[in-house]
């Protein structure tokens, strides 16, 4: 089967030391800074890569974004409509301070002006999908295991398996061994939230393995692993 006719791989990466830390900007369309195909998230395709945003370096230390590089701009549109989009940094020093200069197309898309204020903060989480070479990579890992950022273009990270689900819901457990599904006996998550105090019930999950995408079918492949910056100091 070929990769097209299964659903991409979604990883969602969370930031354990994102913080509360949240600035106002003025957020600036530039015309050099490109919207690629790879970076734009729609209803038929998934992100590939982050788009950018450019920054000083004054803001870049007060979010504490030198550690990850990746920022979160929240735009509020009408009735209170919130839309947060996560960027990779990239710091110049001629921006002016408390601006953010993004991609002019996707600031159009999102404010419908070449300016606009959103408020920016350290991301606590985004998503992107990988190849299919990259989920090969992936296969064999388990929950609890770590594995180099560079493998999904973050070099100098590190990143710990948490969990994941497949196309069709399932989630991993770490308590299944193995990468298929199984009927196990749960009395919480993942897999089940219990509505009384020692309630338990049969529930199908899959095994805490990252399976090789080439064996998968659609319905059965795995559709979103979830993992989250591994800081080894603070382990």
């Given at each position: 089967?070929?990769?097209?006719?299964?659903?991409?791989?979604?990883?969602?990466?969370?930031?354990?030391k994102?913080?509360?830390k949240?600035?106002?900007?003025?957020v600036?369309?530039?015309?050099?800074?490109?919207l690629?195909?790879?970076?734009?998230k729609?209803?038929?395709?998934?992100?590939?890569?982050l788009?950018?945003?450019?920054?000083?370096?004054k803001?870049?230390?007060?979010?504490?974004?030198?550690?990850?590089?990746?920022?979160?701009?929240?735009?509020r549109?009408e009735?209170?409509?919130?839309?947060?989009?996560?960027?990779?940094?990239?710091?110049?020093?001629?921006?002016?301070?408390?601006?953010?200069?993004?991609?002019?197309?996707?600031?159009?898309?999102?404010a419908?002006?070449?300016?606009?204020?959103?408020?920016?903060?350290?991301?606590?989480?985004?998503?992107?999908a990988?190849?299919?070479?990259?989920?090969?990579?992936?296969?064999?890992?388990?929950?609890?295991?770590?594995f180099?950022?560079?493998?999904i273009?973050?070099?100098g990270?590190?990143?710990?398996?948490?969990?994941?689900?497949?196309?069709?819901g399932?989630?991993?457990?770490?308590?299944?061994?193995?990468?298929?599904?199984?009927?196990?006996?749960?009395?919480?998550?993942?897999g089940?939230?219990?509505?009384?105090?020692?309630?338990?019930k049969?529930?199908?999950?899959r095994?805490r393995?990252?399976?090789?995408?080439?064996?998968e079918?659609?319905?059965?492949?795995l559709?979103?692993?979830?993992?989250v910056?591994?800081?080894?100091?603070?382990?």
């Amino acid at each position: 089967m070929s990769y097209e006719e299964r659903p991409p791989l979604r990883i969602v990466i969370s930031d354990p030391k994102a913080g509360d830390k949240v600035v106002k900007v003025k957020v600036v369309g530039a015309e050099d800074i490109e919207l690629k195909n790879t970076m734009i998230k729609s209803k038929d395709k998934e992100r590939t890569e982050l788009p950018i945003a450019r920054i000083n370096e004054k803001l870049a230390d007060e979010l504490g974004l030198k550690e990850v590089g990746v920022l979160t701009l929240r735009f509020r549109g009408e009735e209170g409509k919130r839309t947060n989009i996560s960027f990779k940094v990239e710091i110049n020093n001629d921006v002016p301070e408390n601006t953010v200069q993004v991609s002019m197309e996707l600031l159009g898309e999102v404010a419908g002006d070449l300016e606009a204020e959103a408020e920016a903060f350290r991301a606590k989480a985004w998503q992107i999908a990988v190849p299919e070479d990259v989920a090969i990579k992936l296969a064999g890992l388990q929950i609890g295991e770590t594995f180099d950022g560079s493998l999904i273009g973050m070099e100098g990270l590190r990143f710990k398996i948490r969990g994941g689900s497949d196309a069709s819901g399932f989630p991993m457990h770490p308590g299944v061994p193995g990468s298929g599904k199984k009927k196990v006996l749960l009395s919480g998550p993942p897999g089940y939230r219990p509505r009384r105090k020692g309630e338990r019930k049969r529930k199908t999950v899959r095994g805490r393995v990252i399976p090789d995408p080439r064996g998968e079918r659609r319905k059965t492949a795995l559709a979103q692993l979830n993992v989250v910056i591994y800081y080894e100091k603070e382990s």
